[in-house]
């Protein structure tokens, strides 16, 4: 005890503490710093592969701070992407919009809610840009979007489909008949095939355009991924729904139903488009 004593009270042993306290406060602020960049480092990182610089993003683990909308178009703008889809010219130069109050069913938990306000459609660029944009601001892969939109829509926001002749699921200016099928109207819209009757919220920019569909669609996939969707363990399923499952939430997204034998059909035509990066292949540049 006494050894205690004379050392706290050796001469300066005062300034040795402001100065270790100093050196506390001073790594406090380097990892407050590294934290807020966290979402961005863990997010992307730059493939030598094609000793170009490509970037990609990749999957963000449940509850990880996401990087803002802006924070991702500087990064995907750093590595420009050619358009390989000229025919969604006019739909990727049309932002989208704040959606509306409601977005997430109330069958998710509570929690889902906080995403509402990241959703805007807030970019524009080429095709692959504004997947990749959506894959950065979600924290989902970006070969994961690249595959699954091929498998929805060969990368095409003006795809059309879930044809219905029931009037009540048709969005406002495509009525019966209007799109060019007497009789129909199409119920999904767009690069991730969106349904208008689930997400009236975000209409009508994921009509219209391509960033606002796929920064909708890819909000409903982090809300089931990081474990929101609560409901998925009230209806038929094939296991019990948890988070940070990317592939029960792309098959949810499709069947809406967890690994059910439809959304696990629909994961393998994603994996495969995934495996073969078809893409990336001659034949998908040819059917643009």
Not at 20 to 37: E, G, Q, T
Not at 38 to 49: E, K
Not at 226 to 254: S, T
């Amino acid at each position: 005890m006494h050894r205690m004593l004379q050392r706290d009270a050796r001469p300066g042993s005062h300034v040795m503490k402001q100065i270790r306290h100093s050196h506390k406060r001073a790594w406090l602020i380097v990892i407050v710093l590294l934290l807020a960049a966290t979402s961005v480092i863990a997010a992307v990182r730059y493939s030598l592969l094609s000793g170009q610089g490509d970037i990609h993003f990749n999957t963000l683990p449940p509850g990880a701070r996401l990087p803002s909308s802006a924070e991702c178009a500087r990064s995907v703008r750093e590595s420009p992407s050619p358009e390989s889809r000229p025919v969604n010219a006019q739909s990727n130069r049309t932002v989208g919009h704040p959606v509306k109050t409601g977005f997430f069913p109330p069958g998710d938990s509570p929690q889902a809610a906080k995403l509402t306000p990241l959703i805007s459609g807030e970019f524009t660029g080429t095709t692959r840009e504004i997947l990749q944009w959506a894959a950065c601001k979600w924290g989902i892969d970006q070969n994961v979007v690249f595959a699954q939109a091929a498998v929805e829509s060969w990368w095409q926001q003006a795809q059309l489909g879930d044809w219905t002749a029931n009037a009540k699921l048709c969005p406002p200016g495509h009525g019966i008949g209007a799109d060019g099928k007497p009789g129909e109207c199409p119920q999904s819209y767009g690069i991730l095939q969106n349904k208008y009757h689930l997400e009236a919220a975000a209409w009508p920019g994921i009509g219209v355009s391509t960033a606002m569909n796929a920064d909708a669609a890819y909000a409903i996939w982090r809300s089931c991924y990081d474990g929101y969707e609560i409901w998925l363990n009230d209806v038929p399923k094939g296991r019990p729904y948890h988070a940070g499952d990317l592939w029960g939430c792309v098959g949810r997204w499709f069947a809406g139903s967890w690994y059910t034998p439809v959304a696990n059909r629909y994961i393998d035509m994603v994996k495969k488009d995934l495996r073969e990066q078809v893409w990336l292949q001659s034949h998908f540049a040819q059917n643009s």
